[in-house]
């Protein structure tokens, strides 16, 4: 552990207890030292253990050389004039990470001993290019030919210096964006370092595709000011380039384009915006849909019926255009989306082609416009247009009049259907036909369709099916997503979009990886993943569902779940495998539902939920951005109740299997309020309605509401149904124009509270003659038939019949249906029954809710056997299970007395004797328990870092660990052995990856790099002033290489860099005159000088950053440790060490 305050003289003393324990033969001897051959450093010192950096989006092409470049505390910063403000702002930031201070210069330094960071543009002739071609032309830097002819393209080259050159940061991009994005890389780097050495590196890095955004276009709430100047903000670190304004319900954008904005609008909204976009690089996109014709839009769309109509409407929309370019749009979008099209009856070449024309020679008369001084009015003013045609899903047509756009024009499609995909299929179809590549809008995570649900979904995920693997750069001419109309979520996605445009996947590993990574730069804009960060990754994998309310029709994507009409989109699914929610709970739903489940088959669903209601209360502690959990607030606080629920219908499902039907009831009420709660955080949807919002639809939510069910039969006495024994079918009526309770199983799952909701086809009704009817795989035997609908006077009917069929298919009426909204009809006596059906007999004007719809099955007496029972339950009362776990031991009790009962039941039937048999049978092979660490001890073993010791990364993930096998541990009593073993194994191999903080290690080593320079000028120098510089030289160098990992106390490296700097203040020439200090410019940081960017709590020699105080102490240190290190003791081994 790192030792904190710990003064020169109290490490004399430990190492002087140290050397007395050791014989002390050693002699004190300083070997010579020579230079290397190369004239570099003799130890380049890197602590970049694998070399390598996380950066999204991914990068084309990356080269990591030897060795690595030690930042020092000051650059001096070379930026060619074609640098825009915004890309200077993003050097300054990335510098500002490592506490850098610049000094701007013209030219390129030479010196060595500095740090050089030079930003340029390639072909510009400038000091940083000229630089960059003589470093190609040297060799020294390699660069393909053809990276500069690729869209945003930069390079990227950390080089470390020598004797005779400086160590340099070199950005070159294709233009002032391009080295932004370049700047934007080494930002992302800087973030991730584990002290100050970056890898030597080449970055030669490129977009696949031109123009990468998302489009404010969904139906809904639009975005305030606030959200859209976070977003672009946040964009701009991962390379987007685009933000489409486009919201459907501002009236100034569609219904009333024409309409200027005043001058508030424009202060207060437009200009911030655009403000944001450009300072982002995520471009403000100002859109405008002039071509609507409905609604409140009625007759005051763009004409085409005239000249005279054309040009006036030409001069408002451009007045209109030319208002937000006043105001810094630098970049416009024409929207014919869900509006008339204009072309189908004027000839597209007379509309949209010629307006489209029309703006593009406006905007280049624009481009042209100069300030007094000679400078352009419109600085950076783009000539891309986007345009959405009326016809944007484009199903395989010529429309050969596309060719006809000009080729500035972006011409955006949406991927074959409203809600399509990005695909090499669809962008290669639509290149033939109109040779031109697509612009492509994905409706994706937009949300907007739960106008039609009954709840609010967050869509967190689903890039495994609207953005496929497999195109190429140029496949698209841009990507834009239409998100939710919850702005900070939509980061999810959007961040994903990000990786794949720049640099387009070629598996859905590359899609998964994105997913798994994307959480920590959503939450808190960092490569490193934090408590707060790995909750919401938690959580989403649980929200990744789309609803497109059926608005394409059928297709046959293969996640797409028709009934509920939405893509499953792996919900539930962990990509990494550690936590199988989906196969864990399916697996125990089929047994809930077939009412077969055993206490010990609960123990996973359990690790499940209370993992997830732990990433709930984490993330809720711990949120990276206020922003961000405000707006999810509502879904945080549903899993907080539905795993509340689910845990407690777990507790009372065992304890109803153990026979404590009592306890049990009770603690079913607990768990159906949590339930009940979860769904009263509401969100309004987009007729300003509040939905509850809601998450895990297709795994989660439904495990917890068949728990409810199994809790329910098991306490009421009943038999749980199996829903398999039975089919339902419709005639004349069908599921309901809606999200939810559309699935016909309701009717036969035994719970009460499920429904099943229908209408007849064309209108909200149930005509006559509509039937609905259920159908047993096996006939029964029957007395009783239930029916249950809706409450009087709701969603019922009230003129039917109930019928049954018997084993040779005749038809027999049982009552007639009265609209009451439970009726029970039972027969004289029990007949053979294979099917049950209720007829509507007059037409209703409501849909219809049905409940339940059931022949109650009589079973059979017949010969029963119960000495196989007996037997069982004599062999089960015997086996060990003192070491098995609580749910295994109450199983195998619980096992026990149900098949007591049965054996002591009268009446019991045989197949309720085998089933209790196969009961014990499966309660009888137990789950050993984990016992070889217990709570406290892991406790008292813990590793913390309150100063800092080990990096962010590496401790966040310990943490992680020990915090998983922590809450495992206190439920000790019911941790499997294996299970534990794994949680065990994960959390000892994230122990062992700690990794230190190198600050300190990477400080040395540069000013044992920077005193290089005097090695081996012995003759240059008094006799007793080269022998400490010797000394101090050498003990530096012996503690560096015994020390690579950086594990030695900083304060052994801060009095080490002392010494080694107060001895080369201490050299005396031989002639008498003062020594030369190489790289020394006045002002500058001397070698072994504290650094002003030291994180706090870091040793240092003196409040005032000054170095440490007398001679005495050092050097006595360093004999001390000259000594240990004859006797085989380095530094770095007196230092605690965990584990």
């Known amino acids: 552990m790192r030792a904190n305050g710990n003064s020169t003289h109290e490490i004399l003393g430990k190492i002087v207890t140290a050397i007395a324990s050791i014989a002390m033969t050693a002699a004190f001897a300083v070997p010579a030292m020579a230079a290397s051959d190369s004239g570099t450093a003799a130890d380049s010192g890197t602590t970049q253990q694998s070399g390598q950096y996380k950066i999204y989006p991914q990068p084309q092409n990356t080269e990591y050389g030897g060795g690595s470049l030690i930042l020092r505390d000051k650059a001096n910063t070379v930026v060619e004039p074609g640098i825009d403000s915004a890309t200077k702002a993003r050097l300054n930031e990335a510098l500002k990470l490592k506490g850098i201070e610049t000094t701007a210069a013209d030219a390129v330094p030479e010196t060595a001993y500095q740090l050089n960071v030079l930003v340029g543009i390639n072909g510009s002739n400038g000091v940083v290019d000229k630089y960059a071609k003589q470093l190609i032309a040297d060799g020294t830097l390699k660069v393909d030919d053809s990276t500069f002819s690729k869209n945003d393209s930069y390079v990227l080259a950390v080089r470390q210096g020598n004797a005779k050159t400086p160590d340099t940061i070199l950005v070159l991009g294709r233009d002032t964006d391009s080295a932004f994005y370049g700047l934007t890389t080494l930002y992302q780097i800087f973030q991730q370092l584990p002290g100050r050495a970056v890898s030597n590196l080449t970055f030669s890095d490129w977009a696949d595709v031109k123009s990468r955004g998302f489009i404010e276009g969904y139906y809904g709430s639009p975005w305030s000011t606030k959200d859209r100047v976070n977003l672009m903000t946040w964009g701009g670190y991962y390379k987007m380039n685009t933000y489409v304004y486009a919201p459907k319900d501002d009236p100034l954008h569609r219904n009333n384009w024409r309409g200027l904005y005043t001058k508030d609008q424009i202060e207060n909204e437009i200009k911030p915006q655009a403000e944001a976009g450009n300072k982002s690089k995520v471009r403000f996109v100002y859109a405008l849909a002039p071509f609507h014709n409905d609604g409140e839009a009625r007759g005051k769309h763009f004409r085409f019926d005239t000249e005279e109509h054309y040009q006036k409407d030409l001069k408002e929309l451009k007045a209109k255009y030319m208002q937000t370019i006043d105001a810094g749009v630098r970049q416009i979008a024409l929207l014919a989306d869900d509006s008339t099209d204009w072309g189908a009856q004027y000839g597209n070449d007379n509309t949209y082609v010629r307006v489209l024309k029309d703006l ?69 179809t639509f290149t033939k036909n109109t040779g031109r590549a697509p612009f492509m809008w994905i409706n994706w995570p937009c949300s907007d369709m739960n106008r039609n649900t009954a709840y609010q979904y967050l869509v967190m995920g689903g890039q495994n099916n609207f953005l496929k693997p497999g195109a190429t750069y140029g496949t698209y001419d841009g990507i834009m997503l239409n998100p939710m109309q919850q702005s900070e979520p939509s980061k999810q996605g959007i961040f994903m979009a990000a990786d794949y445009s720049w640099n387009l996947w070629q598996s859905e590993k590359d899609g998964q990886q994105s997913w798994e990574d994307s959480f920590s730069y959503i939450d808190h804009n960092s490569p490193i993943a934090s408590k707060g960060s790995r909750g919401l990754r938690d959580l989403a994998m649980n929200m990744r569902i789309l609803n497109d309310g059926g608005i394409d029709g059928a297709h046959k994507d293969a996640e797409y779940d028709a009934v509920n009409k939405w893509w499953i989109n792996n919900e539930s699914v962990d990509y990494t495998g550690k936590l199988d929610v989906k196969g864990v709970l399916t697996e125990l739903k089929g047994k809930l539902d077939g009412g077969t489940a055993t206490a010990a088959d609960f123990s996973q669903a359990l690790t499940v939920y209370t993992t997830l209601q732990r990433a709930a209360k984490n993330y809720r502690a711990n949120p990276g951005d206020k922003n961000m959990f405000d707006q999810i607030e509502p879904w945080i606080s549903y899993w907080d109740d539905l795993t509340a629920s689910a845990i407690d219908y777990i507790t009372a499902a065992k304890q109803a299997l153990a026979g404590d039907t009592e306890t049990a009831k009770a603690t079913y009420a607990t768990a159906k309020a949590a339930f009940a709660k979860s769904d009263t955080h509401t969100i309004a949807d987009y007729y300003q309605r509040n939905k509850p919002a809601r998450g895990g639809l297709v795994i989660v939510r439904p495990t917890v509401q068949a728990l409810d069910s199994f809790v329910k039969a098991k306490t009421s006495g009943s038999v749980t149904p199996t829903p398999s024994a039975a089919t339902v079918s419709t005639n004349g009526v069908g599921a309901a124009a809606w999200h939810e309770n559309v699935d016909p199983k309701a009717v036969i799952d035994g719970d009460d509270s499920t429904f099943f909701w229908m209408q007849s086809a064309g209108c909200d009704c149930v005509k006559a003659n509509a039937a609905l009817t259920v159908t047993y795989a096996e006939a029964r035997k029957a007395k009783e038939f239930r029916f249950i609908q809706a409450e009087k006077g709701g969603d019922t009917i009230v003129n039917g019949k109930i019928e049954y069929q018997d084993a040779d298919g005749n038809w027999t009426k049982i009552g007639d249906v009265n609209g009451d909204q439970k009726q029970i009809f039972t027969l004289d006596s029990a007949a053979t029954v294979k099917a049950v059906r209720i007829t509507n007999l007059a037409q209703t004007s409501k849909w219809w809710k049905v409940y339940d719809l059931s022949a109650t099955k009589i079973d059979e007496p017949g010969t029963v056997t119960k000495d196989a029972l007996n037997a069982k339950i004599a062999e089960a009362e015997k086996v060990d299970s003192a070491d098995w776990t609580k749910s295994s031991r109450e199983a195998l009790a619980g096992a026990i007395a149900a098949a007591k009962a049965v054996a002591a039941d009268q009446d019991a039937t045989q197949a309720k004797v085998d089933a209790a048999v196969a009961a014990l049978e499966s309660a009888m092979k137990g789950v050993e328990r984990y016992t070889a660490k217990t709570a406290d001890q892991l406790k008292a073993e813990h590793v913390s870092n309150d100063n800092a010791t080990y990096t962010e990364a590496s401790y966040n993930k310990y943490q992680s660990a020990y915090d998983d096998f922590a809450a495992a541990l206190a439920n000790a009593d019911d941790l499997a052995k294996v299970d534990g073993e794994a949680l065990e194994a994960a959390y000892t191999a994230a122990k062992s990856a700690l990794r230190y903080d190198q600050s300190a290690r990477d400080y040395a080593q540069l000013a044992l790099n920077d005193a290089e320079p005097y090695v081996g000028k012995a003759s240059e120098y008094t006799k007793d002033s080269y022998a400490k510089f010797t000394v101090a030289y050498e003990a530096l160098s012996k503690q560096l290489k015994a020390d690579p990992n950086g594990e030695g106390d900083p304060a052994t490296y801060t009095a080490l860099r002392a010494a080694l700097d107060k001895a080369i203040k201490g050299l005396v020439k031989s002639d008498g005159t003062e020594p030369e200090r190489p790289g020394e410019k006045p002002g500058e940081n001397k070698p072994g000088e504290n650094k002003p960017g030291e994180k706090p709590g870091v040793n240092k020699p003196g409040a005032d950053g000054k170095l440490s105080n007398t001679g005495a102490d050092v050097f006595g240190l360093i004999a001390a440790m000259t000594m240990l290190a004859a006797a085989g003791v380095t530094m770095a081994g007196l230092r605690k060490r965990i584990g």
Request: aromatic fraction near 14%; charge should be negative.
């Open 360 to 428: 593009t020679d406006w905007i280049h008369e624009l481009q042209q416009e100069k300030n007094d001084d000679g400078t352009a009015k419109y600085e950076g003013l783009k000539d891309t247009i986007l345009y959405c045609p009326a016809l944007y899903s484009y199903t395989g047509a010529g429309d050969a009049w596309y060719k006809d756009i000009p080729s500035n024009v972006q011409i955006v499609m949406t991927g074959g259907r409203t809600f399509g995909v990005a695909s090499k299929d669809f962008a290669d």
